[in-house]
């Protein structure tokens, strides 16, 4: 039923169980799985001058990496995964990898924020709802820590 299965990734520990539901579902349909970072340009807009685009964003990208190489590990044997670092608006940066690389589905993790915190922040994941012309799981985020095996703490992880 589904080939090719979008995971949208931060590389935050939160998303261990998104990454292990795609790989529940990527083994149940024999899917190839393809983990998507987006570098969301639009939050850097405010940096000082002192601050060079350049040395950001490879930073960034960076990052992108790390999370794309713990995706892999996470999502275990017996899934190909395909993974990819972009630019620009996550929501609009997601529905258009699944458009262009013809997945079948979206599974990304929400944080289930509500009232105010959704008023001001938004939803990532309620935009690629309302805007992805394939179905999409959200599966809830949960906080947690967790160090890397080199002890650095994992792009995307508060202290």
Do not use: K, N
């Not at 590389?11 to 790989?23: L, Q, W």
């Not at 899917?31 to 850097?44: K, N, P, Q």
């Not at 999409?136 to 202290?159: I, L």
């Amino acid at each position: 039923m589904y080939d090719r299965i979008l995971v949208p990734t931060d590389g935050s520990a939160g998303m261990d169980d998104v990454i292990t539901h795609a790989g529940t579902l990527a083994r149940a349909h024999d899917s190839e799985v393809h983990a998507l970072y987006v570098v969301d340009t639009g939050r850097f807009s405010t940096l000082p001058a002192e601050t060079t685009w350049e040395s950001v964003t490879t930073m960034l990208e960076r990052e992108g990496e790390m999370a794309l190489d713990s995706f892999e590990r996470l999502i275990g044997d017996g899934v190909a995964v395909e993974g990819a670092v972009v630019e620009g608006g996550p929501s609009r940066e997601i529905v258009e990898y699944a458009r262009e690389h013809d997945c079948d589905l979206i599974v990304m993790g929400t944080h289930g924020r509500g009232g105010i915190d959704r008023l001001l922040l938004g939803s990532v994941a309620e935009r690629v709802v309302r805007s992805s012309t394939v179905p999409v799981v959200t599966v809830p985020v949960t906080a947690t820590e967790r160090e890397a095996p080199d002890g650095e703490q994992p792009a995307g992880v508060p202290r």
